[in-house]
Structures are given as C-alpha cells and as structure tokens.
Nanobody, 127 residues
Framework: QVQLVESGGGLVQAGDSLRLSCEASGRTFRWYSVGWFRQPPEEEREFVAGINYSDSWTYYADSVKGRFTISGNNAKTTMYLQMNSLKPEDTAVYFC????????????????????WGQGTQVTVSS
C-alpha cells in the first residue's frame, strides 16, 4: 500500500512563501504523473499544479502561474509545491495526488485520473 503524506502547511501573511512537501512511503513505485489540488473553505476541490516526471513538463492553474512551482526529487519519492507571493485567496487544504500512469496534458486538472491521494495540509494566508 502506497501512502502520500503532505507537510509544510501553516499560517502565513499575504506576500509570504511556503513550501509544501508530499512524501511517498510504502511500495517503491516511481510516480509518472503528480498533481497538487486544493479545497478552499466551503468550495470544491480545484487543480493547482501538475508535473509529468518523464519529461518534466509542468502545468498550472491560471490563478497560481508565476507564483507556484511544482517539482520532485530525482528518486520520485518526494514532491514539492513552492508557493510564493501568497494571497488570502490561496487559503485552502492542499492535497497531493499521484499515479503511475501517463496523463494527457489536457487531463492533469481532473482529480479522477489520480489514484493515490494524501490526507491534506492546511494553508492559511492572512491579509
């Protein structure tokens, strides 16, 4: 059983930075596609960023382009989301998700294409 565990969330002020981590444990799968999603209070879960480990292509929601960066370690066991210039509207529970299959570029934002999810970490940005 593979488990994903997020960390790095917290309470920050607008303009600050945070780096979220997502560590995979259990069976030593090598992830092919990884995504970060978030769920703001009383809203639906939404796509934030994704990465294809094979060619390192990255995908971002328009709301975070230029501020957030998704990456992973070479062993493909830990994934990161560097968040800069945080805004109050970035407040949400952030989830990492991964799959061992290749995701078409146009589908990275779809939560159902990922078959492994973390439990989430809270990010709160005060104004």
């Amino acid at each position: 059983q593979v488990q994903l565990v997020e960390s790095g969330g917290g309470l920050v002020q607008a303009g600050d930075s945070l780096r979220l981590s997502c560590e995979a444990s259990g069976r030593t799968f090598r992830w092919y596609s990884v995504g970060w999603f978030r769920q703001p209070p009383e809203e639906e879960r939404e796509f934030v960023a994704g990465i294809n480990y094979s060619d390192s292509w990255t995908y971002y929601a328009d709301s975070v382009k230029g501020r957030f960066t998704i990456s992973g370690n070479n062993a493909k066991t830990t994934m990161y989301l560097q968040m800069n210039s945080l805004k109050p509207e970035d407040t949400a529970v952030y989830f990492c998700a991964a799959t061992q299959t290749r995701i078409n570029a146009e589908n990275y934002h779809l939560s159902h294409v990922y078959n492994n999810w973390g439990q989430g970490t809270q990010v709160t940005v005060s104004s």
